[in-house]
């Protein structure tokens, strides 16, 4: 009979975190999460996933590394520029963890494929840098009565917040307008901290949720701004 935990040497330190302990990382590596966008979020959402040993990852984008990218893609490197995010990023994920298994799809992930490959989730992550990708998967985690968490980034700041079935659709906070939504990274500057910091919370929020602990940022939005070392949570 397979162990639950293939390998509790490597997940050890996790396991000794009260509120997750051998259950809660058994759930954990029982876990499919789905991260849309390979890029400065979801490359770093899709590592600490791997680490913590999350079963079946799927990333999904249709972009290639750029130059620009290091400044805050670090799993990328400069001779890799012009290969495919997803690929590469696909190749670091099985070398981080060869106990799960990674799905990888190159192309945008729209509502028409969406509506076919959440349903093989338990827990989708928007990591792409602009509204429309997010308003999308809002508005297809909501039909198919999926989990998500959304976040973006922009300049020294970022914001993050988690939806469940039962929450209020994305639109309802951010409105419809193309210009409306989270901040989107593609239309201005981004600190690499920041896009570190606003994948931690994603990462986490993803990590709660599969194993059962903790308080998700439902119905509520977490805004930050490392310029000015500020945190607000708004209750929504």
Same mark, same amino acid.
């Given at each position: 009979?397979?162990?639950?935990?293939?390998?509790?040497?490597?997940?050890?330190?996790?396991?000794?975190?009260p509120e997750i302990g051998k259950e809660g990382q058994e759930k954990i590596c029982k876990?499919?999460?789905?991260?849309?966008?390979?890029?400065?979020?979801?490359?770093?959402?899709?590592?600490?996933?791997?680490?913590?040993?999350?079963?079946?990852?799927?990333? $999904?984008?249709?972009?290639?590394?750029?130059?620009?990218?290091?400044?805050?893609?670090?799993?990328?490197?400069?001779?890799? $520029?012009?290969?495919?995010?997803?690929?590469?990023?696909?190749?670091?994920?099985?070398?981080?963890?060869?106990?799960?298994?990674?799905?990888?799809?190159?192309?945008?992930?729209?509502?028409?494929?969406?509506?076919?490959?959440?349903?093989?989730?338990?827990?989708?992550?928007?990591?792409t840098d602009n509204p429309e990708s997010k308003r999308m998967t809002g508005t297809m985690?909501?039909?198919?009565?999926?989990?998500?968490?959304?976040?973006?980034?922009?300049?020294?700041?970022?914001?993050?917040?988690?939806?469940?079935?039962?929450?209020?659709?994305?639109?309802?906070?951010?409105?419809?307008?193309?210009?409306?939504?989270?901040?989107?990274?593609?239309?201005?500057?981004?600190?690499?901290? $920041?896009?570190?910091?606003? $994948?931690?919370?994603?990462?986490?929020?993803?990590?709660?949720?599969?194993?059962?602990?903790?308080?998700?940022?439902?119905?509520?939005?977490?805004?930050?701004?490392?310029?000015?070392?500020?945190?607000?949570?708004?209750?929504?």
């Open positions: 009979m397979t162990a639950m935990i293939p390998d509790k040497m490597r997940y050890a330190r996790q396991i000794a975190v876990g499919k999460v789905l991260v849309i966008g390979c890029g400065a979020l979801g490359s770093m959402v899709a590592m600490q996933l791997a680490g913590a040993g999350v079963g079946e990852i799927g990333i $999904a984008d249709f972009d290639n590394i750029d130059i620009s990218n290091l400044q805050r893609q670090f799993f990328f490197r400069a001779e890799e $520029a012009g290969k495919s995010k997803m690929e590469v990023l696909r190749q670091r994920l099985q070398e981080l963890n060869p106990e799960i298994k990674v799905r990888g799809y190159k192309e945008m992930i729209t509502s028409g494929k969406a509506d076919k490959i959440f349903g093989d989730y338990d827990f989708i992550v928007d990591a985690a909501l039909k198919k009565a999926m989990p998500c968490c959304i976040g973006g980034v922009r300049d020294f700041g970022g914001q993050v917040m988690t939806f469940l079935p039962e929450s209020p659709r994305f639109e309802e906070y951010f409105g419809t307008a193309s210009a409306d939504g989270f901040l989107p990274c593609s239309l201005g500057g981004v600190m690499g901290p $920041a896009a570190g910091l606003c $994948a931690s919370i994603q990462a986490s929020e993803t990590l709660k949720y599969l194993s059962g602990t903790g308080d998700l940022l439902s119905g509520r939005l977490l805004i930050f701004d490392l310029l000015k070392n500020s945190f607000q949570l708004f209750h929504l």
